[in-house]
């Protein structure tokens, strides 16, 4: 997965890459900690905070973040998606393009309903959320609900960005895998000239830090 010598430039930033393969790595996580954790479902609460708290950092990165991890420089507008669309999906982008930006919202959006929900979720029986006695029984019955359907939903959502992988890596034999990993695309994956502007690693840092205590503050305050 070692990038060529030509694939000099730079597209994704050290922390969108931990981040993403965190992510990946905490979504099997909550299906295995759930299966095959202990009835106190200890290990799966844990991997819960951590995947919210890498989601709010996901969130203040995409507002302070390099370039390509900025939502602004997200091409979701009806605009862009039918331009790119009647290209054959042929246009290039430094980032991710119309469709991965689509497909990046929504997996965001999936995962935090699935932490979220999971804060105030109960099996009426021995495991409850750290916040479940905020809301009625009948609430967190519902977030309960929902905290089981996301998970559903987001397998889903996974899947299409999988198949959407492989059917650019296959079909339209640009590979998306290796710059996740190296953090650079070939000249040929881009727009003439296109390069991202990298934010310092320390920025990076304390939008974790902000994330981390805010996770933290939110679930211990309340016990206080």
Known sequence: MFRPAHCHVRTWDIPTRIFHWAVVILVAGGWLSHKYGDFTLIWHKWNGYALLTLLLFRLMWGVVGSSTARFTQFPISPRS???????????????????GSLSVLAL???????????????????VNGPLRWLVARETASFLDSIHRQAYDILLMLVGLHLAAIFYYRFVRKDNLITPMITGYKCPEQVPEGAAAQWRPIWLALICLGIAAFIVWFGINVWRW
């Open 81 to 99: 998606i039918f331009g790119y669309l009647r290209s054959g999906m042929h246009q290039k982008f430094l980032g991710h393009n119309p469709l």
């Open 108 to 126: 965001l959006l999936a995962m935090f309903v699935q932490a979220f929900s999971g804060l105030f979720a109960t099996d009426d029986i021995i």
